[in-house]
């Protein structure tokens, strides 16, 4: 049903429509949209064709990401006559009111930090207000809000932390997401256990520095105490978080993970470069030879412990030899897998002043030769499991392939059949029987 943009809410039906891009966090907090959406009456639906009301929440990580958006935006310049576009999340937070002028069928604009006071915005929207802002960075603890809708009836998401303190210099975050700050940990075991009551048997903390974490109340918890709590509340069987800074990453952690054996064995751990000048360029506050003594405190637990990463290649300034160290690091770590990206300049960042750019040829080439290192590597470890017995949470059926797809708490995906019906969200023992680069397939032990 088509709409004139300017008639108030208690004309139509209250209906919307949202799309996310971008990383667990930024799915997470439209689960907090959704929630407070449904609170305030409105219902959700599947298609932007059905809604009256479409919501974009952003992700300005890397340019390409932000194209995204903004093409998106185009297609519903017409498409989406007298409906209600809203612009949400890190490129809201970004780009701020400019978005009205790239865009001028847009009437809302939010960061994440204002989702809080969305109530209030939908507010004006109802009363025909064409140009509605949310981008209030304040320290308070905005970024919890009081209804969440769950899209996954088994994995709880739960943000312990909000915002970066840190200064890297490629990196928007801390213009987008705002100052560090930490919710109380009684909240965030209340939370648990709150989602243990509904059925839920894992968890995963999210913030974009979880290892900062630092409980704001009397009880001043670190994160490694968080973790080791959450890891024993009643009906939980895992814990996982993301993401870290190798800087933040601390001992504790690690044998948190060690003497409780409901955290999972993986740690992701955003190297970067494997250039401690490419390091000090990029003002990530750690050289290589610290970062591999976090990789040496994995490697001694007494858990196996699954390894993840984070790469950017082509820094500005970053040499053949700068960049020959970091393919040495990933043979010298043997990562269980990795997310591997051109370097993206973004704006308000200290990498814009820097001089000496890669060009996008060379920095494809980089990317490539880097993602078929890895690929190797990946064949090579999860060779290494054939055989062996893994515990998985299953989380999905393929009709196509008539297969069961479930996670090992070392974060392996793990393919397998069996006659036994309705196995989401159980705990299946498999024996691995097959190993490709980026996924296992087995058979289920009866």
Known sequence: M???????????????????????MNAHDSEKVVGTLVHEGYAQVESPDQANYIFFNTCSIRDKAEQK??????????????????????????????????????????????????PEMLVQLEKGNRRVTGLSLDTELTFDTPFTRRDNPHRGWITVIEGCD??????????????????????VI???TRLAGLGYTEIQLLGQNVNSYRDPSPAGWDFATLLDQVGRVPGIRRVRFTTSHPRDFVKPIIDAIEGNANLCNHVHLPVQSGSSRVLE?????????????????????????????????GFPGETERDFEETLDLLEEVKYDSIFSFKYSRR????????GDQITEEEKTRRLTIVQERQRAIQMRQNAELLGEEEELLVESWYES????????????????????????GKYVRVRVMRAGPNSLTGEIIH
């Open 190 to 192: 209340e939370e648990a």
């Open 2 to 24: 088509w709409i004139d943009a300017a008639a108030t809410i208690d004309e139509v039906e209250k209906t919307f429509y949202i799309e996310t891009f971008g990383c667990q």
């Open 281 to 313: 360029a990029m003002q990530r506050l750690y050289t290589r030879e610290q970062y591999m003594e976090r990789i040496q405190w994995m490697r001694e637990a007494k858990r196996p412990i699954a390894m993840t990463s984070d790469i950017i290649v």
């Open 166 to 187: 840190k200064s890297c210099a490629y990196c928007v975050v801390p213009f987008t997401r705002g100052p560090e700050r930490s919710r109380t940990g009684a909240s």
């Open 401 to 424: 392939t008539g297969q069961w797809v479930g996670r090992t708490t070392r974060n392996r995906t793990l393919s397998f059949t069996s006659g036994m019906p309705d196995l989401l």
């Open 69 to 118: 958006v903004f093409n998106r935006l185009q297609h519903f310049k017409n498409s989406g006559k007298g409906k209600v576009v809203a612009v949400i999340g890190c490129v809201a937070q970004q780009e701020g009111e400019k978005i009205f002028e790239r865009a001028p069928h847009v009437s809302l604009v939010a960061g994440s930090a204002s989702y809080t006071k969305l």
């Open 347 to 354: 704006p308000n960042t200290a990498a814009l002043e820097l």
